[in-house]
């Protein structure tokens, strides 16, 4: 869950009979990818007219545009909240460090940020890049926003000028990010949920579509067809929480990187970006991405997407209960960069499973495999792939997990990777589990919050490799460390009393949680209320 940081004044009817809301009451998106042709062509559009009387809201940083009357005719109390909507947008995201959308001269009036509201068809809100502006970035660009003047509710209003005001920011840093406009999408999705949290509207998304990264994994992470870019935001959400403790840095430090970089670059930068700060790569990262969504609906673990119980079940390619087991990708050809299958085996018995993959050659793979105990707890393993045949082996003690699943990902991102194929079998093999010397290690590093949201203490359950060095950091929202303990391999919880260094009582908001052991490192948000 995102904190907002500060203290807005919201209208009390925008909040009225909200907590967690899901859009379910229209999926029309965005109309940025309607632009594409338009953008590539360098062409421009003129501002709109609307049918009535001109009237203005003008905030600290916008001009809000509207009339009462005509077909583009809205309400008082619609334009008002568009406008404390997007100061609440301005306010959050110029907090945690993002360059927001520049002046505009007197376009529109003045040099406020314009949003403009009138009867749109096919899309609800629409974000327009109008002139260069190349400071600091060189292919930065001012901007407008249309958004539709009725038909949906103000918590749907306040997800639309996040989303469109997001594309304003995303213009600011770079114009120019063809063919990844999937990302532009990716990002604004994300950006309504780290401003107004109870008005997510990714879960509603992800249900009632087959073109989503949770039904149709194999498509590649940077598709921007249909609508599988919005539903693309998981691949943001995860950036956001599998890298950093401190909301929405690993996003913005990629729009920064791919800002000052002229032209498209975008693969590259995230590469970079993970490369430079968390010492990873992009290979690693599409990886880990095809196992956290593993984890979604009924198969939420508490380890890994903040929100996966509120997004349906990942679709499973196929499941084995038989062995020997053999198969194929079937007609699920998996594109790079990032796309992957799941496959289940269960029913294993007190075997040893003894699974085998073979990748399409001339490609760039990985292959996990999850061993997933009785008690929830899961184990990651990585097939290690001969480098020119793609092709590997492992085998795991099956009597230690109910369900085992194989995750193959198309890791090849720096030239084309369409529709490839694969093959895997496994096989069961007899062994007695106590036989010495048969053990099998497992890097696991993971940890439980509960209560979360809390009012008092906060029990860590946490799972660490034996014999490994392993710490706990607590982080305020600026990213302080304001509690830091090293952590008893002879037990696998402690209580935080919400307590500092200083044995003071810390105050509400949001914190960051870190696990540290060996060579890996989780982290996940703890909401503390008054």
């Known amino acids: 869950m995102k904190y907002i940081f500060g203290i807005f004044l919201i209208p009390i009817f925008l909040f009225a009979a909200q907590a967690y809301y899901h859009d379910i009451e229209n999926y029309a998106e965005c109309g940025l990818p309607k632009l594409e042709e338009l953008l590539k062509n360098g062409e421009g559009r003129a501002r709109p007219v609307l049918s009535g009387t001109t009237l203005f809201i003008n905030t600290t940083n916008y001009r809000i545009h509207y009339t009462l009357s005509g077909a583009d005719a809205t309400t008082t109390a619609y334009a008002e909240s568009t406008a404390v909507a997007a100061e609440s947008v301005w306010s959050r995201w110029t907090a945690l460090g993002w360059y927001l959308p520049p002046p505009d001269g007197t376009n529109g009036g003045n040099s406020k940020y314009d949003i403009y509201i009138r009867a749109l068809s096919g899309y609800l809100g629409v974000c327009y890049p109008e002139n260069a502006y190349t400071s600091p970035f060189p292919d930065g660009y001012t901007s407008w926003v249309e958004i539709i003047n009725t038909g949906i509710t103000f918590a749907r209003l306040r997800a639309l000028v996040a989303h469109e005001v997001g594309h304003g920011i995303q213009m600011r840093y770079s114009k120019f990010e063809e063919p990844l406009w999937a990302f532009y999408e990716n990002t604004s999705v994300f950006m309504e949920d780290i401003v107004f949290d109870d008005v997510n509207t ?4 992800l249900t009632g579509s087959t073109d989503d990264p949770l039904d149709s994994p194999h498509f590649p992470i ?3 067809t249909g609508v599988y870019e ?3 935001a998981l691949w943001t959400h995860f950036l956001d929480q599998y890298y950093d403790t401190y909301p929405a840095r690993t996003v913005r430090r990629i729009w920064d990187l791919a800002g000052r970089h002229a032209g498209s670059h975008l693969l590259k930068d995230i590469d970079s970006v993970l490369r430079i700060n968390y010492s990873s790569n992009f290979a690693k990262a599409m990886g880990h ?6 984890f979604s609906g009924t198969r939420d673990d508490g380890r890994h997407y903040e929100e996966g119980s509120t997004y349906p079940n990942a679709t499973l390619l196929r499941t084995h209960t038989t ?3 053999s198969g194929t990708q079937g007609t699920s050809n998996p594109s790079g960069p990032g796309g992957n299958n799941w496959i289940a085996f269960s029913s294993i018995g007190n075997y040893r499973l ?7 050659n001339g490609y760039e793979w990985a292959a996990y495999v999850l061993g997933i105990s009785s008690g929830g707890v899961s184990y990651e393993y990585k097939i290690p792939l001969e480098a020119t045949q793609d092709t590997g082996r492992i085998t795991i003690p099956g009597w230690d997990y109910t369900t085992v699943v194989l995750i193959p990902v198309v890791t090849h991102w720096t030239s ?4 490839l194929t694969y093959s895997y079998s496994a096989t069961r093999t007899a062994a007695d589990k106590n036989i010495a010397g048969e053990t099998f290690k497992s890097d696991y590093v993971g940890f439980f919050i509960n209560p979360n949201p809390a009012r008092n203490q906060v029990s860590i359950n946490y799972f660490t490799p034996m014999h490994s060095q392993a710490s706990l950091k607590i982080y305020n929202a600026t990213g302080q460390i304001i509690k830091s303990t090293t952590l008893n391999h002879n037990t696998n919880s402690i209580i935080w009393n919400r307590k500092d260094i200083y044995g003071n009582t810390v105050k509400p908001g949001v914190y960051i949680i870190e696990l540290c052991a060996g060579n ?11």
């Not at 003894?354 to 399409?360: E, L, R, S």
């Not at 084309?416 to 529709?419: D, G, I, K, M, P």
């Open 202 to 205: 990714l879960p509603g998304r």
């Open 222 to 224: 940077n598709r921007a």
């Open 230 to 232: 919005y539903r693309g």
């Open 289 to 294: 991405y095809a196992i956290w969504r593993y």
């Open 323 to 325: 062995y020997p087991a």
């Open 354 to 360: 003894t699974i085998y993959f073979d990748g399409q």
């Open 416 to 419: 084309s990777a369409s529709n």
């Open 520 to 530: 890996q490192t989780r982290r996940k948000k703890v909401v503390l209320l008054d």
